[in-house]
């Protein structure tokens, strides 16, 4: 079996693919991206990871780290098909990307370790993946490790995940002996020989085959509980045709319903050519993908078909500076884009030139003269486009909804070495900004200080090792500061607040009531029961924004509040002093001082803690967890390791990668993941300082 390597040139959407590698860390998305591009001929000679020789892996921190930061795009090409391929990171602190990232593909293969199964990034970018609605298929990776188990895999994808596994492959060896997979759909062997880049096909192996008899039978039986034709065909015939799965399993993946399951290792090139015929059968083009929805000029809301003769429309999703210019990544959902051509920026009413269209290949890139709908390409030219910006055809504006930007939890202050590389200081962290939207850069109005936010330690560690190496300015940080926030445990009823204010000239008149009340979930709720119009509704409206005002400062030490619902009950108004401006005053003012009378609490941020630990390391770790404040909620043993899961106040981890370390002679390995707030005890309340 010869390996698809010709060159090809699509401009039908039918022909396109553009999918995801999803995973948890060091679970194999980067080694699968560059086996794809190897399988395919897009490159000759195949990198690892371990070596920081892989092409997603351009970065030289990516490749200090052996982990990915940046979410690169590549292309190639598959059985008469453009395979554009998003390689995304796997660790928490660089969510935002994956995010930003989903936001534009079709679909996605989602990658789990044989050994380790659903790991706790694995379910959260599985979750942003139901977020956004794509389809996906999953590949159990790493079947010759030690204790690989594909049906202990599928099983942890059944009950972590809640779908339903259509496993269509079976291994062929286990472990070291791992030598090839059992097409459960053809009934056919493949094997890979040690020495050869494809497999060779052959009849199912004679141990085998009944094992495979029935497992094909629990497919067709699962695929016919959940595909009404299927079913009909197996009622009928008691069997389901080759056609009839392809087809079923297809819409399935489609709709969601099902999860098509694949087998291999990616270190050793087994399974990679399936893994592609699986993305071509399975996977939508943007020909399946219903019509893109937007705002028009007029405020109404529009579609726009995936299809080459539409007006022009796409949303830029990630900026990059490199040597080359600054490069920013598209998605085209409707149209034809071409070289020199005139875009308009949708939400400012702004024209630039697209000056060149590139074909991305991580950091190499090809020139192309046109890029039609489906496509995925970078473009030089655009100075004001940021991530989320919708471009379109001048005389067809359409606003597409943006990507969702992740709120930073941790902070540190950052400071230049040297006074004279302040400007170089400020420059470069605008740029990151602009590059990365999860990154936040505000300067505090009490100490002056400028303050760079992210998504956790690493993430901050990363932008600030870019600074320096990357705009070479040396820069002082400070200890990293978590986001607290203060809400409401007992609110009030019946504040009346009066902003009065006359002095000469037309004054200010606003009364208002309102009750202040706690809600369970962090946001903020607002709503008005004044009747007889003694309070106008745009003045209500004010009211509202003057009450999210206060929110920015809580009484107890300055930090945002969440968690509470204000009501509007009653008011009055002047004929000539009330405005808008005068009620928001109220409201923002009113909102203060019903904060000052409530009893309120403090609370910070909970990240759920997956640490993996040699079975002798396990006391030190409980203790260690136990001392940072954090609660065990479970705690597994297998082979030799313990894996503990613990939520762990934000603020006590910084420093802990280096304590695990220490305590397991570096063995041990822990993850996070955002788990919400809750209260901060009294005792450590008490010894923060205010914002």
């Given at each position: 079996m010869r390996a698809n390597r010709q060159p090809f040139i699509t401009t039908s959407p039918t022909a396109v693919r553009n999918l995801g590698i999803l995973a948890h860390v060091d679970a194999g998305k980067t080694t699968i991206t560059e086996r794809i591009l190897?399988?395919?001929?897009?490159?000759?000679?195949?990198?690892?990871?371990?070596?920081?020789?892989?092409?997603?892996?351009?970065?030289?921190?990516?490749?200090?780290?052996?982990?990915?930061?940046?979410?690169?795009?590549?292309?190639?090409?598959?059985?008469?098909?453009?395979?554009?391929?998003?390689?995304?990171?796997?660790?928490?602190?660089?969510?935002?990307?994956?995010?930003?990232?989903?936001?534009?593909?079709?679909?996605?293969?989602?990658?789990?370790?044989?050994?380790?199964?659903?790991?706790?990034?694995?379910?959260?970018?599985?979750?942003?993946?139901?977020?956004?609605?794509?389809?996906?298929?999953a590949f159990v990776n790493k079947l010759d490790r030690a204790g690989a188990d594909l049906d202990t895999a599928v099983a942890s994808i059944r009950a972590r995940?809640?779908?339903?596994?259509?496993?269509?492959?079976?291994?062929?060896?286990?472990?070291?002996?791992?030598?090839?997979?059992?097409?459960?759909?053809r009934m056919r062997s493949l094997n890979w020989r040690p020495d050869a880049d494809t497999y060779q096909e052959g009849p199912v192996p004679e141990a085998l085959r009944e094992e495979a008899a029935r497992r094909r039978r629990l497919l067709e039986e699962t695929v016919a509980e959940l595909h009404a034709d299927a079913l009909e065909e197996f009622c009928s015939a008691s069997a389901l045709t080759e056609r009839t799965l392809v087809r079923a399993l297809r819409e399935l993946t489609l709709r969601g319903d099902g999860v098509v399951v694949l087998c291999g290792s990616a270190y050793r090139n087994r399974g990679i050519e399936p893994l592609l015929d699986a993305v071509l059968a399975y996977l939508p083009s943007p020909a399946d993908m219903p019509a893109v929805r937007g705002l028009a000029a007029d405020g109404a809301e529009q579609e726009r078909a995936p299809d080459p003769a539409e007006p022009f429309t796409a949303l830029a999703f990630k900026v990059t500076a490199t040597a080359t210019g600054r490069l920013t990544y598209l998605r085209v959902y409707a149209g034809t884009?071409?070289?020199?051509?005139?875009?308009?920026?949708?939400?400012?009413?702004?024209?630039?030139?697209?000056?060149?269209i590139?074909?991305?290949?991580?950091?190499?890139?090809?020139?192309?003269?046109?890029?039609?709908?489906?496509?995925?390409?970078?473009?030089?030219?655009?100075?004001?486009?940021?991530?989320?910006?919708?471009?379109?055809?001048?005389?067809?504006?359409?606003?597409?909804e943006p990507p969702a930007v992740a709120e930073p939890v941790v902070s540190v202050a950052v400071e230049a070495r040297r006074n004279i590389d302040t400007g170089r200081l400020s420059?470069?962290?605008?740029?990151?900004?602009?590059?990365?939207?999860?990154?936040?850069?505000?300067?505090?109005?009490?100490?002056?200080?400028?303050?760079?936010?992210?998504?956790?330690?690493?993430?901050?560690?990363?932008?600030?090792?870019?600074?320096?190496?990357?705009?070479?300015?040396?820069?002082v940080v400070g200890r990293p500061q978590v986001s607290y926030r203060e809400t409401v445990v007992r609110g009030v009823r019946g504040l009346v607040h009066r902003h009065v204010k006359q002095d000469g000239g037309a004054g200010q008149f606003a009364h208002v009531v309102l009750d202040v009340e706690r809600l369970e979930e962090p946001c903020f709720e607002f709503r008005s029961t004044v009747v007889g119009g003694r309070v106008p509704q745009e003045y209500a409206r004010a009211v509202e924004a003057g009450c999210r005002d206060a929110l920015a400062e809580g009484p107890l030490g300055g930090f945002p509040v969440t968690g509470l619902r204000v009501t509007l009950t009653d008011g009055a108004t002047h004929s000539k002093d009330s405005s808008e401006m005068a009620f928001r005053a109220a409201g923002r003012f009113g909102l203060r001082e019903g904060l000052r009378l409530s009893t309120m609490e403090l609370l910070e941020p909970l990240v759920e803690v997956t640490v993996t630990v040699p079975e002798d390391g396990v006391g030190g770790v409980l203790g260690d967890l136990a001392a940072r404040r954090g609660r065990v909620s479970g705690s597994t043993a297998e082979a030799g390791t313990a894996v503990i899961t613990a939520a762990v106040p934000l603020a006590e981890l910084f420093g802990y990668a280096s304590r695990l370390r220490g305590r397991t002679q570096g063995r041990g390995t822990f993850t996070t993941r955002p788990a919400g707030l809750a209260p901060v005890p009294a005792s450590v309340a008490g010894a923060l300082p205010a914002r």
């Open positions: 190897f399988a395919t001929g897009a490159i000759h000679k195949r990198g690892e990871v371990h070596h920081g020789t892989t092409v997603t892996d351009f970065d030289a921190q990516e490749r200090d780290r052996g982990i990915t930061i940046f979410a690169a795009a590549v292309s190639c090409a598959w059985g008469g098909h453009r395979v554009n391929l998003i390689d995304t990171p796997g660790h928490v602190d660089f969510s935002d990307e994956v995010e930003r990232s989903l936001r534009v593909l079709d679909g996605a293969v989602a990658v789990f370790d044989a050994v380790a199964g659903v790991e706790p990034q694995s379910e959260t970018v599985w979750r942003q993946a139901d977020r956004h609605g794509v389809p996906r298929i995940l809640g779908v339903v596994p259509l496993v269509v492959q079976l291994p062929i060896g286990a472990e070291d002996s791992f030598s090839g997979i059992v097409d459960l759909l884009l071409r070289k020199g051509a005139t875009v308009l920026d949708a939400a400012t009413g702004r024209t630039e030139r697209v000056g060149r590139l074909r991305v290949q991580a950091d190499r890139h090809e020139e192309r003269e046109e890029a039609v709908a489906g496509d995925i390409v970078a473009v030089i030219g655009l100075k004001a486009a940021r991530a989320g910006t919708t471009l379109c055809a001048p005389g067809a504006p359409l606003v597409l420059a470069a962290l605008a740029r990151l900004a602009e590059e990365d939207p999860s990154l936040v850069v505000r300067s505090d109005p009490e100490s002056g200080q400028t303050v760079l936010s992210g998504m956790g330690e690493l993430h901050l560690e990363v932008a600030v090792e870019k600074i320096r190496s990357g705009h070479g300015v040396e820069v």
